[in-house]
């Protein structure tokens, strides 16, 4: 049932106080360090992906995904990269279980190639090599006590499938489905984590509204709300598949993996710029999160902007599309636990945008800044803004009903040459998990794991290897790609043993060593 105007202006309301109530911090309050321990059975992870790591490009059969042609033809990415080869993974699998079984972490976060398993896209080309391979993968995971976490789709669309126009197609949906109905018959005996999609808003904004990733489709108008739509409806499809048919003999559980940077008001006191701080949380996160975890429908923000917007731009109706009642039943409540990728904060202020031409970003009405005081990273608009990680749980928390959170990415990336000492990711980690901390500890968020990005230096898509976001560092002049563990490796193999940050008392003599 659709939330009452009432509940929906109190909840709103509950949002505004919280930012209050965190904007009010002191500097000393807010960079204050807090010890203690995560729950029992933490989920503590680490992540990857197939495009990034694999290599293999075309091994035993794999059929080319949208971002093998893209790669492969484009001059925009850095030195003109590509994962043709990229950390060998296809090849190395033991060099990977060696690294996991050394970091002691309890799960292992990585997305199957769909081209690999299935060429063409469909299941009449079934590749039974790839199929072994995530076997292997997954036999090897579990020989080793770690949980895979399996993300099914992680942006790299069989090239054929774009060729029936890819994710603008309402035949995606279905065609998602079956892929996935496969994975969960021929892995759900093991997996028990499923991810349908890594970060949709990336895949409708960056893929085909900037274009600036493949399938580089620039609609920035219309195409982002089409293949959102598309998006979720081919979620939800998916984890009623799993749900219906597999959920009661596998007994694992089922999301989706959603982005979202936190939106800080740049004056907590300016009412407006209250309201379109989140107004951006809700067009980033709440675009996906909002049907899902609601009720089934779009955000109010976004189907006012976007409805108002496309009415002064004399359109019979409006750019987002619409759900029908029956499709919003079918899409609420479609993922067990929350999952979330967070990397950065953004000072937001509204603006009023441009008019034409339309698109999702002048439909927003607000502007995003860089936060001041916090130090940059080898990504420029990707600054280390730790306490946003807190505010983001709380709000999540707050507008989606206390569910079960999993941080399913976090990660800072540094020079590609950086190799044993990568300080400023061992800073990163400890500031970054002392707010999850805070925030299930003195908050009460239902955090229930933590997943690192990434398991090594690997492709970084448009960064290509000019970055590494990796807890290893690969040699990737060497054809071995040898593999070596970082600083924050260790940094991060200690809090996974201590659960957390356990407060320490030093007994300390009083005595001089020099003396004994
Ligand atoms: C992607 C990861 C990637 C990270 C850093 C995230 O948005 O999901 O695959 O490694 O960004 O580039």
């Known amino acids: 049932m659709d939330q009452c105007l009432h509940c929906r202006g109190l909840q709103r309301l509950c949002r505004f106080l919280l930012l209050q109530k965190f904007s009010s911090q002191s ?25 990034q790591i694999e290599g293999g490009w075309n091994a035993d059969g794999k059929g080319p995904s949208i971002w093998d042609t893209f790669t492969q033809t484009t001059n925009t990415i850095p030195d003109n990269a590509n994962g043709n080869v990229a950390c060998d993974s296809y090849n190395r699998l033991n060099e990977d279980l060696y690294m996991l079984r050394a970091l ?49 789709y992680h942006w790299d669309l069989p090239e054929a499938l774009q060729k029936v126009n890819g994710w603008e197609s309402a035949e995606m949906i279905d065609i998602f ?26 895949i409708a904004w960056s893929g085909y509204g900037l274009g600036n990733m493949p399938p580089n489709v620039k609609d920035p108008g219309y195409g982002p709300y089409i293949v959102a739509h598309n998006l979720i409806k081919a ?52 675009w996906f999160a909002h049907p899902i975890f609601k009720n089934g429908d779009y955000p109010d923000a976004l189907k006012w902007q976007v409805g108002n917007k496309s009415e002064i731009q004399g359109l019979p109706q409006s750019r987002l599309p619409s759900f029908t009642e029956e499709e919003k039943n079918f899409i609420k409540g479609t993922a067990d636990v929350f999952c979330v990728n967070h990397y950065t904060t953004k000072i937001v202020s509204h603006v009023t945008a441009r008019l034409s031409p339309a698109s999702y970003e002048y ?3 607000f502007k995003e800044e860089e936060e001041n005081d916090s130090p940059t990273t080898a990504i420029p608009n990707q600054k280390v803004v730790a306490w946003g990680l807190r505010r983001l749980l709380n709000w999540i928390k707050e507008e989606y009903g206390d569910p079960e959170i999993y941080i399913t990415e976090n990660g800072v990336a540094t020079e590609a040459q950086t190799t044993w000492d990568d300080s400023a990711r061992v800073f990163f980690y400890k500031a970054y998990i002392d707010e999850a901390l805070k925030a299930y500890k003195v908050d009460g968020v239902t955090v229930k794991g933590y997943t690192a990005t990434s398991l ?56 001089s060593p020099n003396l004994q």
């Open 363 to 365: 439909d927003w009405d």
């Open 27 to 51: 500097n000393f309050d807010r960079k204050m360090y807090h010890y203690g321990t995560f729950p029992e059975g933490f989920s503590w992870g680490i992540s990857s992906s197939a495009y």
């Open 177 to 202: 489905n079956d892929y996935c109905d496969f994975c969960f018959a021929t892995f759900g005996d093991r997996v028990k984590f499923w991810i349908t999609i890594n970060q949709p808003q990336t």
């Open 456 to 511: 090594m230096d690997s492709f970084e898509w448009l960064n290509g290897y000019n970055v590494g976001f990796g807890l290893h560092h690969v040699d990737f002049s060497n054809p071995n790609r040898s593999r070596t563990p970082k600083y924050s490796a260790h940094f991060y193999y200690n809090i996974i043993k201590d659960n957390g940050f356990p407060l320490r008392v030093e007994i300390c003599s009083h005595s």
């Open 235 to 286: 979620h939800a499809k998916a984890y009623h598949t799993y749900d219906d048919k597999y959920r009661q003999s596998q007994g694992g559980l089922i999301s989706i993996a959603l982005n979202a940077d936190w939106a800080e008001p740049k004056d907590v006191s300016v009412r407006r710029e209250v309201v379109a701080a989140d107004r951006a949380m809700q067009f980033q996160l709440g």
């Open 104 to 152: 002691r972490v309890k799960s292992y976060r990585f997305s199957l190639s769909w081209s690999r398993i299935f060429p063409d896209g469909t299941r009449k080309s079934l590749n039974q090599k790839g199929v072994d391979y995530y076997n292997r993968l997954i036999d090897g995971l579990i020989a080793h006590n770690i949980e895979p976490m399996v993300t099914l």
